[in-house]
């Protein structure tokens, strides 16, 4: 079968049309509002993996410390000091940033199997930390009674989720954009280069661990605002946002859609937590195991997830 080659005009189309597609839900879907809200929070998740997995290479398994560190964040600054919204995304993205920042001095300078180990122990560490600060956090029963002021002084959050769709899409395609337009720089392009051949950038001057670095603290940083998002969205925040598992699951999400893809994580999130919900109201019982086999099936049949698959049928470039 001969590619579709589609020129940047159609691709500026398609990806408007994603997210008019994406926003068209809250008409469309007005009874899945709370899991489309989800979808977009864990599909923002995804891509700040991403940035440090599939742009910078670095490999990690703990990405889950900075997105429960956001929650955390955002949430005790909720309940105990201060209640709108923003603020506390800003509140959640410094503190997640700095984190990452200070861990990137570990994780950067070693090897990938040491990498996978220091994020794995830091984010096991600090799920025991919350779980010992339970007189704070609340351990294992989840940090409650957190109360979210309207955004922007107008729209309270309701039962029906409309509002916690709203914002959450407003935030995650501003966060999305901003990546992008990272990704896009000589910054992103940077670490494109030492992702392909890092003995190759440092013979050329290229500040290698520094640009690393500042990677992962912004993954970091975008991760925690994604944990913020979930946070104030179901105004609740579980231990198992900074769980071991947590990692997993949005590692799963990336490999799905495709690593190093502007939307790998975007579309992986939808399509995984589709089939999660779908399995799930199928079979309550075994839903695990409907879920193991389409996993399994789409990494054997789609080599670089499901963006990868489409790659081999679309090109970019100029369409003739």
């Known amino acids: 079968m001969k590619p579709v080659t589609m020129s940047p005009t159609h691709l500026r189309i398609a990806e408007i049309a994603f997210w008019l597609a994406l926003a068209s839900s809250f008409f469309l879907l007005p009874d899945k509002l709370t899991l489309m809200s989800q979808i977009m929070i864990f599909g923002l998740f995804a891509v700040s993996l991403d940035m440090a997995l599939g742009y910078a290479g670095i490999l990690t398994v703990g990405h889950a410390a900075f997105f ?3 929650a955390y964040a955002a949430g005790l600054l909720a309940k105990y000091g201060w209640s709108e919204p923003f603020t506390g995304l800003l509140f959640a993205l410094v503190v997640s940033g700095l984190l990452g920042y200070a861990l990137s001095y570990l994780v950067v300078r070693g090897a990938d199997l040491t990498r996978l180990m220091i994020t794995i122990g830091v984010c096991v560490l600090l799920y025991e930390l919350v779980n010992r600060l339970s007189g704070l956090t609340g351990g294992t029963d989840g940090l409650q009674g957190v109360v ?74 975008v991760a925690g605002v994604a944990g913020a998002l979930l946070a104030q969205t179901t105004q609740f925040v579980g231990i198992e946002s900074i769980g071991f598992n947590r990692s997993a699951e949005v590692l799963i999400i990336l490999v799905l859609g495709g690593t190093g893809r502007l939307y790998g994580g975007m579309i992986g999130a939808i399509v995984y937590m589709l089939v999660h919900d779908w399995f799930a109201d199928m079979n309550p019982q075994y839903w695990m195991f409907w879920l193991g086999i389409f996993l399994i099936a789409a990494v054997m049949l789609g080599r670089g997830g499901i963006m990868g698959a489409l790659s081999r049928f679309v090109r970019t470039g100029k369409a003739r």
Request: hydrophobic share 55%; aromatic share 12%; proline share 4%.
């Open 68 to 70: 429960g560190a956001g």
């Open 148 to 221: 979210i002021a309207p955004v922007l002084g107008l729209f309270d959050f309701d039962l029906y989720g409309k509002t916690a769709f709203g914002y959450a899409f407003g935030v995650v395609l501003a966060m999305f954009l901003l990546v992008r337009l990272v990704l896009r720089s000589p910054f992103g392009l940077a670490l494109r280069g030492i992702h392909d051949s890092r003995k190759r950038m440092t013979a050329i001057g290229s500040p290698v661990e520094a640009r690393l670095r500042m990677a992962y603290a912004f993954s970091a940083a």
